[in-house]
């Protein structure tokens, strides 16, 4: 009798479990990071390898992006001609559903997060933090596609909510 009970909830349980998995099958599933869907993809204008140019045209680096974590990761290594150097780590952020790049170099680092704007732009706001002094100030990050396919990246800094943004640096990326 008892081996029969326990047969009867478990055939009642893999009916339950089974019509649950059904109707949660029959709705459409979110898109998670590694799919080629947005927000996972709105930042995939910049993957590849570029050469970066001041706004008065005088190339002073490169910069590469790519895709790792099966596409869940944007990943960039920044170096100057004179030995400078950076990387960031680009994602959607779980927990707030915004795009967030941490980035480090050997004289900052900085956290920030946003997503596109109504023109198509990366915009992230967040925090820059000096590696030699531990001072802090707020940063904007734009990346904006422009139509020859270059793309135009531009920092702001601001000491506090008061104060006006300030340009930090503004050049562009060409297609290596």
Not at 60 to 85: H, K, M, N, P
Not at 115 to 127: C, I, K, P, Q, S
Not at 147 to 152: I, W
Request: proline share 5%; net charge negative; hydrophobic share 35%.
């Amino acid at each position: 009798m008892m081996q029969s009970f326990k047969s009867a909830c478990l055939l009642i349980g893999m009916g339950l479990f089974g019509y649950a998995g059904t109707a949660s099958a029959q709705q459409a599933a979110p898109p998670v990071c590694g799919q080629d869907v947005a927000p996972y993809s709105d930042f995939d204008f910049v993957i590849g390898e570029w050469d970066f140019f001041t706004a008065d045209g005088q190339q002073i680096g490169t910069q590469t992006y790519t895709r790792r974590e099966a596409g869940c990761l944007v990943v960039e290594d920044w170096s100057t001609f004179d030995g400078g150097t950076g990387t960031g780590m680009t994602f959607v952020d779980p927990a707030t559903g915004h795009w967030r790049q941490v980035w480090m170099s050997p004289r900052f680092h900085i956290d920030y997060s946003g997503g596109l704007d109504a023109t198509g732009a990366m915009v992230l706001e967040g925090r820059l933090h000096s590696n030699a002094d531990g001072s802090e100030m707020q940063v904007r990050g734009v990346w904006a596609p422009q139509e020859d396919g270059s793309v135009r990246q531009e920092f702001w800094v601001r000491p506090d909510d008061t104060s006006d943004w300030a340009p930090l640096f503004v050049g562009y990326t060409r297609r290596r």
